[in-house]
């Protein structure tokens, strides 16, 4: 069965440090991987996303994502963080089966708060 | 471009009744929508799957009958919770897809509280 998972439910980082916000999956075959950021009562927000060629993934408001898949990871990173960026993360996966039909589905992870710190 | 939207964003009903939920795909042609509830703290879940003009197709334990989702065109999608009871309140969001393409668009959420 496919999966996501995002090990942490909180991460506090100290404005202007890195920030890391970790995901693994598993699935079958190649997935699309997928970040997504929501403020508090608003829907998602749409930050990155990876289908196929350079692992190095750069998105909005200057995060990126490494896609390894040795490691079946797909971790989120940001070289400086901003107070702003404060917001509850997901990393889904896009379900390859029926072979990316109109019918295939996003499953997300169990979601990640952020939290930075002036 | 690619925006969805969704009315009303908050709604509180009584105990009892049915509400209707719009999601509207604003500049493109949206051939499947999803439905999803999220719960305080908790991840997004996969509620229903329509493609338009056909039934939508339910994920497992979401009650079709208590749950109504009518995709009559190519840019509007209703989810219609029928007879709601204080356990239905929750966030409810939707989402839109152009054919296979891998970019899906969410809408901003309606809170539903029922009393």
């Known amino acids: 069965a496919q999966s996501v998972a995002q090990p942490e439910d909180q991460v506090n980082v100290a404005e202007g440090n890195p920030l890391t916000v970790k995901c693994t999956y598993s699935?079958?075959?190649?997935?699309?991987l997928f970040w997504y950021v929501q403020y508090p009562n608003r829907g998602l927000q749409f930050l990155l996303k990876y289908i196929t060629g350079d692992n190095l993934v750069k998105g909005s408001y200057g995060f990126e994502a490494e896609f390894n898949k040795s490691q079946t990871s797909f971790h989120l990173k940001k070289p400086s963080a901003l107070v702003s960026d404060s917001a509850l993360y997901f990393c889904a996966v896009r379900d390859p089966s029926p072979g990316y039909s109109s019918a295939s589905k996003i499953i997300f992870g169990s979601g990640t708060r952020l939290s930075i710190r002036p | 471009g690619a925006v969805v939207s969704q009315h009303p964003s908050w709604v509180i009903c009584k105990s009892g009744t049915s509400v209707k939920i719009e999601c509207r795909s604003l500049d493109f042609q949206a051939t499947t929508m999803f439905w999803y509830r999220q719960f305080p703290k908790q991840s997004l879940m996969l509620m229903a799957t329509s493609n338009e003009g056909s039934k939508a197709t339910y994920e497992q334990g979401v009650e079709k009958d208590k749950f109504l989702i009518n995709h009559a065109s190519l840019t509007l999608s209703t989810l219609t919770v029928t007879s709601a009871h204080p356990e239905d309140s929750s966030f409810y969001i939707c989402?839109?897809?152009?054919?296979?393409?891998?970019?899906?668009?969410f809408g901003p959420g309606t809170r539903l509280t029922v009393l």
């Open positions: 989402s839109a897809r152009v054919g296979s393409s891998a970019e899906q668009f």
């Open positions: 699935v079958s075959g190649n997935p699309y």
